[in-house]
T-cell receptor, first 111, second 113 residues
Framework: GQQVMQIPQYQHVQEGEDFTTYCNSSTTLSNIQWYKQRPGGHPVFLIQLVKSGEVKKQKRLTFQFGEAKKNSSLHITATQTTDVGTYFCAGGTGGSYIPTFGRGTSLIVHP | DSGVTQTPKHLITATGQRVTLRCSPR?????VYWYQQSLDQGLQFLIQ???????AKGNILERFSAQQFPDLHSELNLSSLELGDSALYFCASSSAGFRDIQYFGAGTRLSVL
């Protein structure tokens, strides 16, 4: 079945440093979504990518979808303590309704 | 506030018992998803309902069942509970299918003692 691997599992950074999490699928994806879950909270939708090579930005966050539509990344520039949380990617395939979530990357920002 | 309501927030029960978790989707959303989140397994998709019918099934145990009612609220029933069922259970809703944005509820934390 479809697998979505996300790395790293944890990332500690000093405030102001950059952060990147990567999402890799064993199969070609039709779309990928990114969610953020704050400690003690619930996942909150950030963005969806559907086109090969697509790049989208939200302030300090940059999301990319690979040319082959099998990988994606989320990059945060100059992290802040408010960026703390777990970032999940979720991939879908054309023939399946089942969303496959990565295990998530927990970002810890040290002031 | 996502607009998705889950009750109860916390549930403490004993092994072998049965519990029901409830979810009210956002107004207008037809799809409801159930997820289980535990420390060692991440966010696991359990089941999806669309407008009252089961659409997709993930890693849902046979001891678990769900349904979506005509008013679109959904219930997740967990029976013969085991210690390993202790987890956070999230409900999410979307307007139609998975490719739509999913809005998550605050979750129900289940503790099986």
């Amino acid at each position: 079945g479809q697998q979505v691997m996300q790395i790293p599992q944890y990332q500690h950074v000093q405030e102001g440093e950059d952060f990147t999490t990567y999402c890799n699928s064993s199969t070609t994806l039709s779309n990928i979504q990114w969610y953020k879950q704050r400690p003690g909270g619930h996942p909150v939708f950030l963005i969806q990518l559907v086109k090969s090579g697509e790049v989208k930005k939200q302030k300090r966050l940059t999301f990319q979808f690979g040319e082959a539509k099998k990988n994606s990344s989320l990059h945060i520039t100059a992290t802040q303590t408010t960026d703390v949380g777990t970032y999940f990617c979720a991939g879908g395939t054309g023939g399946s309704y089942i969303p496959t979530f990565g295990r998530g990357t927990s970002l810890i920002v040290h002031p | 506030d996502s607009g998705v309501t889950q009750t109860p927030k916390h549930l403490i029960t004993a092994t072998g018992q049965r519990v029901t978790l409830r979810c009210s989707p956002r107004s207008g959303d037809l799809s409801v998803y159930w997820y289980q989140q535990s420390l060692d397994q991440g966010l696991q998709f359990l089941i999806q309902y669309y407008n009252g019918e089961e659409r997709a099934k993930g890693n849902i145990l046979e001891r678990f069942s769900a349904q979506q009612f005509p008013d679109l609220h959904s219930e997740l029933n967990l029976s013969s509970l085991e210690l390993g069922d202790s987890a956070l259970y999230f409900c999410a809703s979307s307007s139609a299918g998975f490719r739509d944005i999913q809005y998550f509820g605050a979750g129900t934390r289940l503790s099986v003692l």
